[in-house]
């Protein structure tokens, strides 16, 4: 029996949205899911309104996908009740005799997942010294109203630019995490002291984790990922050890940092130097200077690196955007996120005239006292001459990153028209095929697709996405475990996980999957922990490719002034 039946005596499928049987068949995997079983009757939606073919119960591609999760027993993230559930898929009975459905949206299946870092998990002591450090900080500046004079307020403001913006901003994130100029070797130093002074961690922790976060940027091995809510990559990440660790692996990543002794020297004692500037500061002033100078201002210089990381991945979300403009002035220019992603090397944040970075102001001196030189980025984004590349998303997806993914930005401000993005996004899917990336399967996954489910595509490559992510963490999960035996589970995983590629036709990940289960089969640890690794890497760049596509074809609708945003040509 076909799984798209009528309920009439004679089965026809609707012409208007025909599902291939090479997609949906049955006993074929959908999306690394459960089948239905063959007695199970989906419905194809109705748009024909004939007299002819009376009220029937046809379900929309979202429904569709919706009872997959259901049937498999996955719990949708807005449907938490079978009676939810039911009342959700039931339609309404209009008075003209046709049926209704109420709209489920891809984001009540898949929506942003706050993690809890605070219950439910064993606590390290880092973790319970580092929220120490903060607690004390945060309490030792409630005395501020009652220890307040212009001398202790002055020391504040001074301690401010020396450790936020040639500590933090100049010194941790563009010199040492990007390179985006050289120092001499003095006042290099110079500035990555001031740096630790801003009770951020050690220089080789500090740039390990932002270089995970450009690597892995708003993914879920990002290490302050925005996908786990706002106040955890605010700041509730800084407690959770072990997450960041298992996300990226490890301060493996900063070699260039630890071949260097003053960088060891400080990463081992790095704790000693702020109590050493706190006891300095109450010789000097007492308490007051205390106060203002450790509490006042750290607390100042934590919140604003840290809306770095949060705000501007959660609300700034259009490119050149003059929201951004109090992050930028609080931290010296970092909130111009959306340039930094687009050109990460680049010592230059602010690309407009009006875009305050005073970062940049402090290196463009350096450089003309000839203290900085191989500044990266002077004349890189020059909005007159490059628009397509100066906008940030566009240029950020090209370069492989997922950051601030949804701008809303109409197409015009790019500088590109219909022609060029379809021929764009032409050249993107040839190059896939070409690489091995993708295969036929997608194809007919896209022809699946018309105006009465424009978006049926992107929304079956999320739930993929949603589900790859949950298995790759279960596989990660079991072979981190070092008593870890159960070969059985981990091939139970991997045939989900090759189902579900097969069904958009992720050619090479499931290519991977098949080398990964032989491995599996042989009990070879090693050898799965190579194919993880493997995996990992292919699951990445497909999804980055795919966001980069999906991408290319919103512009295009806006270009275009439709509402349909893929169609084949």
Known sequence: MDLITSPQSNPKTHHCFRLRRTFLRPGRPVLGLRPLPQSSKLLTFDHCNSKQSQPNKFLTSRKLFSLFLTNSNRKASAISTNAELSEALEPELTETGEYKFKRILLSDVIVKRPKNVFMGRKWIPMDVATAGVVVAMHLLSLFAPFQFNWGAFGVAMALYVVTGLFGITLSFHRNLSHKSFKLPKFLEYLFAYCGSQALQGSPIDWVSVHRYHHQFCDSEKDPHSPIEGFWYSHMSWLFDTNSVNERCGGSNNAGDLEKQPFYQLLHKTYIAHPIALGLVLYAMGGFPFLVWGMGVRTIWVYHITWL?????????????????????????????????????????????????????????????????????????????????????????????????????????????????????????????????????????????????????????????????????????????????????????????????????????????????????????RAGCLRALELLEHEYCYLKNKLHELFQIQQQRVLAAGVRYPMQNN
Not at 364 to 381: K, M, V, W
Not at 414 to 422: P, S, T, W
Not at 490 to 510: D, E, P, V, Y
């Open 308 to 524: 770095v990381n949060s705000a501007c991945h959660v609300w700034g979300n259009r490119a050149w955007n003059t929201g951004d403009l109090w992050v930028a002035i609080l931290a010296f220019g970092e909130g111009w996120h959306n340039n930094h992603h687009a050109f990460e090397y680049s010592a230059r944040h602010g690309l407009k005239w009006w875009q305050l970075d005073m970062t940049w102001y402090v290196v463009r001196f350096l450089q003309a006292i000839g203290l900085a030189t191989d500044l990266s980025g002077e004349n890189e984004a020059s909005p007159p001459h490059q628009p397509a590349i100066t906008d940030s998303t566009r240029a950020h997806w090209l370069r492989g990153q997922q950051c601030l993914a949804k701008t809303g930005l109409p197409v015009w401000m790019l500088g590109l028209g219909v022609d060029q993005l379809r021929a764009d996004m032409n050249r993107l899917l040839a190059m896939l095929f070409h690489q091995g990336v993708l295969d036929e399967q997608f194809l007919q996954l896209q022809q699946l697709q018309d105006e009465s489910s424009p978006n049926f595509v992107s929304e079956v490559v999320n739930i993929y996405f949603h589900e790859s992510e949950k298995l790759l963490r279960n596989l990660r999960g079991l072979l981190m475990d070092r008593e870890f035996s159960d070969y059985k589970k981990m091939g139970t995983h991997l045939n989900q996980f090759m189902g579900s590629s097969s069904s958009i036709g992720a050619k090479r990940i499931r290519n991977v999957c098949v080398a990964f289960r032989a491995a599996s089969e042989h009990n070879n």
